[in-house]
């Protein structure tokens, strides 16, 4: 047992630090990006992307979240199922994202746009494949090789940007970049999966049906939750012209980096609430969630202030000067990214306790309401109402999915401990206001040691809490 204590730990550690240094490589390939593309080419990049990442979604059918419970079953063979499982993916990824091209057809794109498109499904349909290949090294704790080929892959994809840049082949050879990127990583995982499980494509489709069908509430589920989530790139894309998608798009890449930041403890914790609620341990499973919203509360408030404040620097620094005016939108932005945040931790619970297809209905209800207020307001108010709209629809999904938690764990927040980095965060906030004529870096760094040095004054953060923090993760 401690044996595999110890591979879960090590396997955590490694995820965390690949990740780090992915989410960095990705700020980065983003920077190149929208200087070398401009408004306008970022959002020919963004619609190519948005348009194939809601294909990609319905090609998706819940497998991506289940297949380390799939080849575990013990009904069958590991070898078997990992192959049809891989067989099913590559059958269901051709069939959706082929279609995008043709259905691109029909969209007032620009040519480059559409062979864009065309293009890229071939990085989707590569990443499709990676999504189930990172189910075998996390059944056999082995995510090292996981993340070395991510990082590879990013690293390729920023090397080749640099190219790209440096012979001005435009935004076609970004997504050149973009396929090589996929395709390597693909292969690297393909390698070193087949040295743990022999791999054969196959194409059982009485197998199929038995996955599909235990796959299928989860599938439902993340498809509405994605399309709505990308929806609105598109929507805005039809009544507005390319340059307002690029100004859009710019922060909402800022958004998901936080959010992968968020989701890096968020994937920590999951494994004990699953483990408590087998025991239907609620005690601990309440002392988590609790830890989890104080630690979300102390990441949230101090980005919430400082976005507010240094929101068009940010994306100055992050986007370059064409994208200064995306600084407002990320304001806006923020609040559903910190939405997301808590959503993501009561999603988990539900998940946990599975109670996902109880989810289902609102998710439903979200996609629905979400796309009819895009119609109604975006060719009215543009970003703006993109923005705005995306806030509601993720604030609904933060109450559903508590009030589903709340029903298996009857959790209450305690807010005693919030009002502490309320205080360091309205402090820190006010300090880099007045003194905003200095260097971004500076303002990042002064706002940090503000911030916790306020928490520590007014012991809002404790050793003990600390060494509590650390023992749970």
């Known amino acids: ?55 990609g979604i319905l090609a998706d059918f819940g497998l991506q979240m289940t297949t380390v419970q799939l080849i575990s079953d013990p009904n069958y063979s590991e070898e078997k199922i990992l192959g049809n499982i891989l067989g099913l993916r590559l059958v269901s990824a051709i069939i959706f994202l082929g279609l995008a091209p043709a259905v691109a057809l029909f969209f007032p794109y620009a040519a480059e746009v559409k062979i864009g498109i065309t293009l890229a499904s071939l990085a989707f349909v590569a990443t499709a494949l990676i999504t189930i290949l990172t189910g075998v090294f996390q059944k056999h704790l082995s995510m090292t090789k996981v993340v070395m080929a991510e990082i590879i892959s990013r690293l390729i994809f920023l090397i080749g940007l640099v190219y790209v840049v440096s012979q001005d082949f435009s935004l076609l050879g970004v997504i050149g970049a973009l396929i090589l990127s996929a395709l390597t990583q693909f292969l690297l995982l393909f390698r070193s999966a087949s040295k743990i499980i022999p791999i054969k494509w196959q194409f059982d489709t009485q197998i199929w049906r038995t996955i599909i069908k235990k796959t299928w509430p989860i599938a439902v589920t993340i498809a509405l939750n994605l399309i709505y989530f990308k929806a ?38 999951l494994p004990l609430m699953v483990l ?43 986007a370059g000067e064409n994208f200064t005016g995306s600084g407002n939108i990320l304001k806006v932005l923020i609040v559903a990214t910190v939405a997301i945040f808590y959503a993501g931790l009561f999603g988990y619970m539900v998940v946990a306790a599975d109670k996902q297809r109880q989810m289902i209905k609102y998710y439903i ?25 995306t806030i509601l629809s993720e604030a609904f999904i933060l109450v559903t999915a508590y009030l589903i938690s709340y029903k298996a764990t009857k959790f209450l927040p305690n807010l005693k401990n919030s009002y502490k980095p309320l205080l360091a965060a309205l402090i820190m906030s006010g300090v880099i206001y007045y003194l905003n004529s200095l260097n971004i870096f500076i303002l990042v760094l002064l706002g940090a040691i503000i911030y916790f040095g306020v928490l520590l004054l007014t012991k809002g953060i404790k050793k003990e809490s600390l060494q509590e923090l650390l023992k749970r993760t």
């Open 365 to 389: 209800i979200n996609a629905i309401g979400s796309l009819v207020l895009y119609f109604i307001f975006i060719p009215l108010y543009g970003y703006w109402a993109a923005a705005i709209i």
């Open 232 to 269: 609105d790139t598109i929507i805005l894309s039809l009544f507005r012209d390319t340059a307002e998608v690029g100004l859009y798009a710019a922060p909402y890449k800022v958004l998901e980096v936080l959010i992968n930041i968020a989701y890096l403890y968020l994937g920590l914790i």
């Open 1 to 55: 047992m401690n044996s595999v204590n110890t591979k879960i730990a090590r396997n955590s550690f490694i995820q965390i630090i690949g990740k780090a240094v992915s989410i960095a490589i990705s700020l980065a390939t983003i920077g190149i990006i929208t200087r070398y593309l401009g408004q306008t080419g970022f959002g020919q990049y963004a619609i190519i992307l948005a348009f194939l990442q809601i294909f």
């Open 276 to 318: 408590h609620w087998s025991q239907k341990n609620l005690d601990e499973i309440k002392k988590i969630l609790q830890t989890g919203f104080d630690v979300l509360t102390m990441f949230s408030l101090p980005l919430i202030g400082g976005v507010l404040v240094l929101g068009g620097r940010i994306m100055t620094l992050v």
